[in-house]
């Protein structure tokens, strides 16, 4: 084997040493973006199940309104129809 032909084997195999190097730095820094990435996801999907909790926060505020109305009306519907004085 000539010397041009082992310097060329030799630099091969830096070659192939430094090409797993740098798979392996790839996939550690793939991995946890991926990872970020599902938790991302996550979060979104839980923000709109809150927003769709909050959808009926209106109609519960308007029950509210009601509840605390009842009592006076009925008093005075009572009062109204003579069964109570006033």
Same mark, same amino acid.
């Given at each position: ?18 090409? &797993?190097?740098?798979?392996? +730095?790839?996939? =550690?820094? @793939?991995?946890? !973006? ?5 938790? #991302? ?14 959808? &009926?926060?209106?109609?519960? +505020?308007?029950? =509210?309104? @009601?509840?605390? !109305? ?5 008093? #005075? ?10």
């Amino acid at each position: 084997m000539s010397p041009a032909e082992r310097a060329a084997t030799g630099g091969l195999a830096v070659g192939a040493g430094v090409l &797993g190097v740098v798979v392996m +730095l790839f996939n =550690r820094v @793939v991995r946890p !973006a991926s990872e970020i990435s599902r938790y #991302a996801q996550h979060i979104d999907e839980t923000i709109g199940d809150i927003s769709r909790n909050l959808d &009926g926060a209106a109609a519960i +505020l308007t029950t =509210r309104d @009601v509840a605390v !109305a009842v009592p006076d009306l009925a008093g #005075a519907y009572l009062v109204r129809l003579g069964v109570v004085d006033a």
